[in-house]
């Protein structure tokens, strides 16, 4: 029995070309820091270190913890006073890498569908931005927290994807068995063979899939405009 549905959200819900948007956002971010001193080439390996050390992370520490505790190592612990700088960027300038994404009018009528059929509802966003963050990315496609009934970001995650324990922290939070979900996602191995690990059933929506090296199983892929009657199929 279907119970919960998950949704990835770059690429997924949210149309992206990621090969646009970083770019764009590491240029902003690293614009931003340089009126605080900092040295735009040196912040961004900074983060990209901060990043990977996230992924890499073994659960004892949220991955804002461990972000912060790799940017500290480098720039000294009174950096750590600039986290709430940066988090400002996240409702200013980042805004402007909306230009690199697309409109998706599905995306609220699929959220609703969810709702309306009492399946949770949940965002399973790779979680290597703050909350602010997500909730801006959210917001390119006229979607609201209240949307969901949880949704990952750093500061309440300690796992990343392809990590399968990063989908087993959702299940355990909402006591359900990998067969009691779906996920929609596009990156054929963060998505797909993380999931699939579990036991998950995963769909990749076209668009924006990403097919990765490191994937050994396929996946469906779907349209966008599939996704509902791809849901009520499960129910």
Known sequence: MLKAVLFDLDGTLLPMNEETFIPKYLDLLSTRM???GYNKETFIKVLWSGTKKMYLNDGTKTNEEVFWGE???YFGND???DKNYIDEFYTNEF???KSECQDNPLAKQIVKFVKENNLLCILSTNPLFPRV???????FVNLQETDFDYYSYYENSKYTKPNPLYFQDILDRYNLKPKEVILFGNNTYEDGECAYQLGMKTYLVKGYIIYN???VHTFQEIEMEEVIST???HL
């Open 34 to 36: 340089e009126s605080k």
């Open 213 to 215: 090296s490191k994937a």
């Open 79 to 81: 950096a750590l006073k």
């Open 231 to 233: 849901i009520k199929n």
């Open 71 to 73: 940017f500290a190592s």
């Open 95 to 97: 805004l402007q890498t």
């Open 133 to 139: 963050a997500t909730k801006s990315r959210m917001g």
